[in-house]
């Protein structure tokens, strides 16, 4: 292992499972500020720890990224829950060249590799799993990024409720930029911040935004709400997963730096799954709130502050 270039880590691998190296380079496209694996030079990283994504798209092109970006003899340890894609990592890896060791805990599947001098099958699992315009949507997207095939329920209903906007506002947790989209429709719209945890979904939604009204931010709403204040709306389909767990206390962060980013009686507009009780946490926040819409899945709210 070349112990001149610098060690690698992707993702958040469970400490009590694998070690990372002290001065690792983050390179997890959910970590704002990380570098991108994409850009990594071929040959560049003496090793890499990863947490593979659970989705089989994304997470054979991290892998092949993740291999390609080893100098020669280079070390990958990749490891996921066993139903997270776990079982299919070895596979996936042997079908990349490597010879891999294997072991299991804590329902985990952990596998170490070195870097083969020939690696087969790379350019194709990175092609497929690359940003693409995808045609039935008319929109730029990414295997990984949240609802990267469809319009997510929750925001097609939005969408069918949402009013016509006026003055400065906020996208947070912006996806794909689809709500940003029938925002920017109003010629009253003068400026719109779209905020997004994934580099990749601000990467998409750079390019399907092509408005000089917005601006694009790769940051995590939780620690910077929408990076500024006085706004006169918020809208927002909250995430309550983190790492594919339900957080209820993500939406309800969400809901929190919307209140403080709004002007007094400016509106937010949100859309919830029906079984999240962010009632409670938006009623000492808000002047007023109305139950805009509801179905046997969503409900969507108006809040003034």
């Not at 990592?89 to 804590?106: H, P, Q």
């Not at 400065?168 to 905020?195: K, M, Q, W």
């Not at 946490?281 to 809040?303: D, N, S």
Request: proline share 7%.
């Amino acid at each position: 292992m070349d112990e001149t270039k610098p060690d690698g880590v992707y993702g958040a691998p469970p400490a009590e499972l694998v070690a990372i190296p002290e001065k690792a380079v983050p390179f997890s496209p959910l970590e704002p500020g990380a570098r991108a694996l994409e850009e990594c030079t071929e040959g560049g990283l003496a090793s890499l720890t990863m947490l593979a994504p659970p989705g089989t798209l994304e997470r054979r092109y991290t892998l092949a990224l993740g291999l390609r970006a080893l100098a020669p003899a280079g070390r990958l340890t990749a490891l996921a829950p066993k139903d997270k894609g776990g079982s299919r990592l070895r596979k996936e890896l042997v079908g990349f060249g490597c010879t891999v060791a294997e072991e299991a805990r804590r329902h985990y599947r952990i596998c170490t590799v070195t870097r083969p001098a020939q690696l087969s099958g790379i350019d194709e699992a990175v092609a497929a799993g690359g940003m693409r315009f995808a045609e039935d949507l008319g929109l730029w997207t990414q295997p990984g990024i949240f609802s990267w095939d469809r319009v997510d329920p929750g925001s097609a209903l939005l969408l069918e409720h949402l009013p016509s906007f006026s003055g400065r506002g906020a996208d947070l947790g912006c996806g794909l930029g689809v709500l940003a989209r029938a925002i920017l429709r109003s010629p009253e719209v003068e400026a719109l911040t779209l905020v997004d945890v994934d580099r990749r979904a601000v990467e998409a939604a750079r390019r399907n935004v092509a408005d000089p009204r917005a601006q694009a931010c790769w940051a995590d709403v939780r620690a910077t709400g929408a990076g500024e204040t006085g706004l006169d709306f918020v809208v927002m389909n909250p995430p309550f997963h983190d790492g594919g767990a339900e957080d209820r206390a993500l939406g309800q962060s969400f809901i929190r730096r919307a209140a403080e980013a709004l002007r007094p009686g400016g509106a937010c507009w949100l859309v919830a799954n029906r079984h999240l009780p962010y009632e409670a946490v938006m009623k000492p926040l808000f002047r007023r709130i109305a139950l805009k819409a509801e179905t046997g899945l969503y409900k969507i709210y108006e809040a003034h502050a």
